[in-house]
């Protein structure tokens, strides 16, 4: 059963009523100028919005991830960009110190994740690997004093602004149990990061490709829960999939608002088109479809809360938002018309942020895949 809280809707307004009035104003700019949300960022670390999950000995708040999902989709209903951010240092960043960290680990990192000193990602996909991990290339080396990374990671969500990145690399030759995840300082030697600009949509995400050249780091950097291979491993790639549907629902719920306001302002035929029943059943279609969606998201992210596997839960959810969302974003391009085409108009830039972050958490056909092994097992 889904229980909100009030701490449930007193964040929840709160962080409406920042995005409404901080993060809005500045999105148009930063989708146009491809500039990363740093000072939205800022303020939300000000706000304690970064340590949200971490537990309070270290300087966060220790909320569930029922409120992440709520802040998480209140920043992208104004500004995707933001939103994927914030989504990544929560759900991918912190959850893989979190999960993967031992005791030392933990008090090493998670007070200046709290904080908003240390903002935090992960870097799982590669170019020939981006939903396959049995495909990944980047190895590990064992040095003298540490380890050496070698390899590419593409597509890392909020890379250009991150101050730790946790990296999934190979420690051998088995497909999947010689994963490990270790954490890096970007800025070290041997550590180059390649901005990925004028991409379709979130373009303010601060996407790179991670180029790791030999980058040393010392022992303590290698994540101790990722010795047992992917399946902790896995568990960060399962919270990733609540942050990515958080993300899109946020952006479709903008998209849907937009156009119901301006259905209520434009008129045809003597009246505002809002009156019409085409556009009337493509809204109430639209707005179903993202709170069924939204509905999942929630249930999955209280399985999760309570300890309790979520695997399912959290794919069924993932897709759902995939779904809804690109129906949501195009039916709010057509309920404006030519308009809807125009930068001027926020759907036009919703309807690329959803596509863009589509990918995130895996695709559609993956989500798909592990549903269905869940419910008629992993038989071929």
């Not at 680990?105 to 996909?125: C, H, Q």
């Not at 596997?309 to 759902?320: D, F, I, P, V």
């Amino acid at each position: 059963m889904i229980r909100f809280e009030e701490h449930h809707q007193e964040i929840r307004q709160m962080v409406a009523d920042f995005a409404d009035n901080e993060i809005a104003p500045k999105a148009q700019h930063i989708d146009e100028s491809q500039e990363t949300p740093t000072d939205a960022i800022a303020q939300l670390a000000e706000l304690g919005m970064l340590g949200l999950t971490i537990e309070e000995q270290f300087g966060g708040a220790e909320l569930d991830l029922l409120s992440a999902c709520l802040v998480v989709e209140e920043i992208s209903r104004c500004c995707g960009s933001t939103g994927v951010v914030v989504a990544s240092h929560l759900f991918e960043g912190t959850a893989a110190i979190k999960n993967l960290a031992d005791d030392a680990g933990r008090e090493r990192w998670l007070p200046e994740m709290a904080s908003g000193k240390t903002l935090a990602t992960f870097a799982l996909a590669e170019v020939e690997a981006e939903s396959d991990a049995s495909g990944i290339t980047c190895s590990v080396g064992q040095e003298p004093d540490g380890f050496s990374l070698h390899g590419r990671k593409s597509w890392v969500i909020g890379g250009l602004m991150a101050n730790l990145v946790t990296v999934v690399a190979r420690n051998g030759e088995d497909q999947l149990q010689d994963l490990g995840a270790y954490v890096v300082d970007p800025t070290s030697e041997g550590c180059t990061r390649k901005p990925l600009r004028d991409v379709l949509g979130l373009r303010g995400a601060g996407f790179c490709d991670l180029h790791l050249d030999g980058v040393r780091i010392e022992s303590h950097s290698a994540l101790s829960g990722s010795t047992s291979g992917w399946p902790a491993i896995s568990r960060v790639v399962e919270m990733s999939r609540l942050g990515a549907a958080s993300v899109i629902l946020g952006v479709a719920r903008g998209a849907i608002s937009h156009a119901l306001q301006y259905a209520s302002q434009r008129k045809a035929f003597g009246r505002s088109i809002d009156r019409f029943g085409s556009i009337r059943a493509m809204l109430a279609e639209a707005a179903t479809g993202v709170e069924s969606a939204r509905l999942l998201l929630w249930r999955a992210a209280g399985l999760y809360d309570r300890g309790k596997s979520a695997t399912r839960e959290g794919s069924m959810a993932n897709l759902a938002a995939k779904q809804a969302s690109y129906r949501a974003t195009r039916d709010a391009v057509q309920v404006l018309g030519g308009n809807g085409y125009s930068r001027e108009y926020p759907v036009e830039r919703a309807y690329r942020d959803v596509q863009t972050a589509v990918p995130f958490g895996g695709g559609e056909d993956l989500q798909k895949i592990i549903v269905s092994r869940s419910l008629i097992g992993a038989r071929s």
